[in-house]
């Protein structure tokens, strides 16, 4: 598995042991893109997380979840029973040559097993322990159980998206996990530096509904500076103007969707300025957005009246334009904007492809090659991407108990006759 | 003792994505240089909303507020070449990390890309956000998160069945790209220090955003699905969404995976007769009727305030929430209890709350701690005291414009 270039990666000398379910797949997996050998740790039979679809050819199976495909690869798999003593006994040893552990439980569950940060502190007083939960580790919700569409309502994202008249909405593919797991990365390797130049280690406590706070940006300053509540407004933008006008930002096509949004600045002049002269060159620019000066147009002053005028010849002429049309417009003219790109279209797009994005990756029990996102950055002097596949259920057990903990493969049966593994 | 004291970055960097990644490190005692112009501020302060009582100015942002607590802000016009590119460079050679958000090219233009720089700081780290990448046929396309979360596939996965497509308020992918680079920085620092070797990081927005989308673009591959919006809907769980509940624009939700869920929910609303029912008895045949399930689930919630009916359902066992709004944010027990908003005092602003990290370490306890500074606050103190500049040449710098 070309571990010669893992050996390069920026994390390469550092062990990770990950007890997450799909709230901190991600932490896991951005660490082991960088080159950390991370250990996914199951229960005897395999993470629930497993059966979570879509399926290799829609076939549901627990060596076949594209999502545990996804958001598992660059780890080792092995298997292990937390809720029997001689596990835990087990979990201990390999928390001593351990640089993290990163879990999501249940606040607690972890003390309860004698598995818990004291303990893990005082076996290894440089581990950082990682803990992921929906709300935190204390507080009065932090016993609260939630998967993806209750973290996206209590951190008020679903309160800006969807129209006025119905409910509020999520994003359709679960998001708020990959958030999750992002911001818990930024959290280890903080502590982790820390614990790099100080020798202390120490628990990082990360809460789902306060990493999701991010992905609205900045609404919620508008209720903090002015008392102004900023709420779902469909198809449409607000925030962007002192007078409160709304501006459209999803515009039909002939095949789709556009992403178009009036803005100020210099950035919106030239856009501005160089959609007008593309309508112009179909002759379909009416002379009210043609004598239009740019430069001392203020979006942050514009008024609802002013940005309908100009929308509205701007939606005659977006109908009658392809989303692949638009796209080569706003390169060719730096225009901003973009389209509403389906996954398709994502999976063909040349820049990717220029970039060698896609990484194929064998999954030789599938007789399959799948093409993965590769890595998340290019780094000048050290690579970053997938070194393997998310593993099958206990793939590493005699890799790891065996050539690395040093037990027998006697020892090895009869743990798993135990079931301990 | 904060977990990055000692650290020294520099931002060439506006809006969110550069700066975010800047404020990440600031929270945990890094010492973040934030260098604007006064011929041209950062973009938050001059084209973004909301201002401090709706009254426009450069230091009453509450966007830039949120994106720049615990920074110096030192001005420096990067067009006066080349005592500009000098003291750019200078400034450089101080620091550990500089962040670029700029569109590509624009750096080299300037003379201040990697190679450059690495002449006047070998062991550099610089992370160099952008759009779409530094490569490429479309590199040098200039672009906002909020476009390129469509372009990313986004929001063709927000909004209903039947509706057009929809954002999650702003520019969503950056605050992805802020986590991706902030991870991209603090391990190239620590590879740094036991090798010390720099890194440039070359971060697309784009692509660090694909990574949340990644069983969907397998699930093309493989099985040509193109996924699309589709409300609040789950393959996997039936009812699944938000409910109305008591009061003005009042939703609660809830997600019902097992059978053993459906079962504790029919317990919970006291069985009525319609959950008997052969189309409500499976999760399969829940899904087939799922738009009557859910009017019948949004007759039931519509009785209980959002809170009532949460406790009663997370009581049970059962995974539910109510929709937050932005002002209840604030007054969130829970992050309350987390201390999530530390309040401030802003001299244009007044009283603000700035952000907490969602993370806390616990040894290590993070910021906010200062408010985010004016355009030009340190000058003074960074350029003569930090970067040891004599009286003389400050004088000069400002004179000519550099130091604008």
Redesign the interface.
């Given at each position: 598995m070309a571990s010669e270039d893992k050996n390069k990666g920026?994390?390469a000398?550092f062990r990770v042991l990950d007890l997450t379910d799909e709230l901190g797949f991600?932490c896991g997996k951005?660490l082991g893109d960088?080159g950390a050998d991370v250990i996914k740790i199951e229960k005897p039979g395999g993470d629930p997380a497993r059966m979570?679809?879509?399926f290799?050819?829609?076939e549901p199976h627990v060596e076949k979840s594209?999502?545990w495909?996804?958001?598992n690869n660059n780890k080792r798999g092995i298997t292990l029973n937390l809720e029997s003593s001689r596990g835990q006994e087990l979990f201990r040893r390999l928390a001593t040559s351990a640089e993290f552990v990163i879990e999501s439980y249940m606040p607690g569950y972890l003390d309860r097993l004698g598995l818990g940060y004291t303990t893990l502190n005082q076996i290894n007083q440089r581990l950082i322990l990682?803990s992921i939960t929906p709300?935190?580790q204390?507080?009065?919700?932090?016993?609260?159980?939630?998967?993806?569409?209750?973290?996206?309502?209590?951190?008020?994202?679903?309160?800006?998206?969807?129209?006025p008249d119905?409910?509020?909405?999520?994003?359709?593919?679960?998001?708020s996990y990959?958030?999750?797991g992002?911001?818990?990365?930024?959290?280890?390797?903080?502590?982790?530096?820390?614990r790099?130049?100080?020798g202390?280690g120490?628990?990082?406590?990360?809460?789902?509904?306060?990493?999701l706070?991010?992905?609205?940006?900045?609404?919620?300053?508008?209720?903090?500076?002015?008392r102004?509540?900023?709420?779902r407004a469909?198809?449409y933008?607000t925030?962007?103007?002192?007078t409160g006008a709304r501006m459209r930002?999803?515009w039909?096509c002939k095949d789709g969707?556009l992403?178009?949004?009036i803005?100020?600045?210099e950035?919106?002049r030239k856009t501005n300025q160089a959609l007008v002269e593309w309508m112009d060159s179909k002759g379909r620019a009416p002379e009210s957005l043609k004598r239009k000066d740019w430069k001392s147009f203020n979006?942050?002053?514009v008024t609802q009246e002013e940005i309908d005028r100009m929308e509205e010849p701007i939606t005659r002429f977006f109908e009658g334009v392809t989303k692949r049309e638009f796209f080569e417009n706003?390169?060719r003219r730096?225009m901003?904007?973009?389209?509403?790109?389906?996954?398709?279209e994502?999976?063909s797009d040349?820049?990717?492809k220029?970039?060698d994005?896609w990484q194929e990756l064998a999954h030789p029990e599938l007789k399959a090659s799948?093409?993965?996102?590769?890595?998340?950055?290019?780094?000048?002097?050290?690579p970053?991407k997938i070194w393997r596949r998310a593993p099958l259920i206990g793939e590493h057990n005699e890799e790891v108990y065996c050539r690395e903990l040093g037990f027998k493969k006697d020892e090895l049966e009869k743990f798993k006759r135990e079931g301990v593994i | 003792m904060h977990a990055l004291e000692g650290i020294k970055v520099v931002e060439f960097a506006a809006y969110a994505a550069g700066p975010t990644v800047g404020k990440h490190l600031a929270d945990h005692g890094a010492t973040v240089v934030h260098l604007e112009s006064r011929s041209r501020p950062d973009g938050f302060r001059t084209h973004y909303p909301p201002y401090k009582d709706n009254i426009y100015g450069l230091n009453r942002s509450g966007l830039f507020a949120l994106c720049n607590n615990d920074k110096l802000d030192v001005t420096l016009n990067l067009k006066k070449a080349p005592r500009a590119t000098e003291l750019a460079k200078r400034i450089v050679a101080w620091s550990d990390v500089v962040i670029e958000n700029f569109s590509p090219g624009t750096m080299k233009r300037l003379g201040l890309d990697y190679e450059s720089l690495r002449k006047v700081k070998p062991d550099l780290i610089m992370l160099s956000s952008s759009n779409l990448g530094q490569t490429g046929p479309h590199a040098n396309h200039p672009g906002f998160g909020s476009q390129l979360s469509s372009l990313a596939g986004f929001t063709n996965l927000i909004g209903y069945a039947d509706g057009p497509p929809q954002m999650l308020y702003g520019p969503y992918i950056d605050y992805i790209a802020v986590a991706y680079g902030a991870v991209a920085i603090l391990a190239a620092l620590d590879h740094r220090d036991r090798t010390c070797n720099g890194q440039h990081i070359d971060l697309a927005q784009y692509e660090s955003g694909l990574q949340f989308l990644t069983p969907l673009l397998l699930d093309y591959k493989v099985n040509g699905r193109v996924g699309v919006r589709n409300g609040n809907r789950d393959p996997a769980a039936a009812p699944h969404g938000a409910y109305p509940c008591k009061g003005e624009d009042s939703w609660c939700v809830m997600s019902i995976f097992s059978e053993a869920e459906w079962q504790t929910l029919c317990r919970v609303m006291e069985n009525p007769a319609w959950t008997q029912e052969k189309r409500f008895a499976t999760l399969e045949a829940r899904k087939k009727h799922e738009d009557e399930l859910d009017g019948r689930i949004g007759q039931w919630t519509v009785q209980f305030t959002a809170r009532d009916l949460i406790d009663r359902l997370q009581d049970a066992g059962l995974r539910a929430g109510l929709v937050n709004t932005m002002r209840d944010l604030f007054s969130d027990p829970q992050l309350t209890h987390r201390t999530q908003w530390v309040e401030l005092e802003h001299p244009e602003i007044g009283q603000m709350h700035y952000q907490r990290p969602p993370f806390l370490l616990t040894k290590t306890p993070p910021g906010p701690r200062n408010r985010d500074p004016l355009l030009g606050e340190h000058n003074e103190v960074f350029y003569k005291e930090m970067l040891s500049l004599p009286e003389k040449d400050y004088r000069e710098l400002v004179e000519e414009g550099v130091i604008d």
């Open positions: 920026l994390l000398p991600l951005i960088l979570i679809g879509p290799y050819r829609d594209l999502y495909f996804g958001f990682t709300f935190g204390t507080g009065p919700y932090s016993r609260f159980r939630a998967s993806d569409i209750e973290v996206m309502a209590m951190s008020g994202c679903m309160s800006l998206t969807g129209d119905r409910p509020p909405l999520r994003v359709s593919f679960p998001q990959q958030w999750t992002s911001y818990a990365a930024v959290g280890t390797l903080t502590a982790h530096l820390y790099q130049r100080s202390i120490q628990q990082v406590d990360v809460a789902a509904q306060a990493c706070l991010w992905a609205f940006s900045h609404a919620h300053t508008f209720w903090d500076l002015n102004h509540l900023e709420k469909g198809a933008m925030g962007r103007s002192i930002v999803f039909p969707y992403n178009f949004i803005y100020g600045g950035a919106g979006i942050a002053e706003v390169i730096e901003l904007g973009y389209p509403v790109a389906t996954v398709e994502i999976s040349p820049q990717l220029a970039r994005f799948l093409p993965y996102p590769g890595g998340f950055a290019k780094f000048s002097q050290a970053c | -």
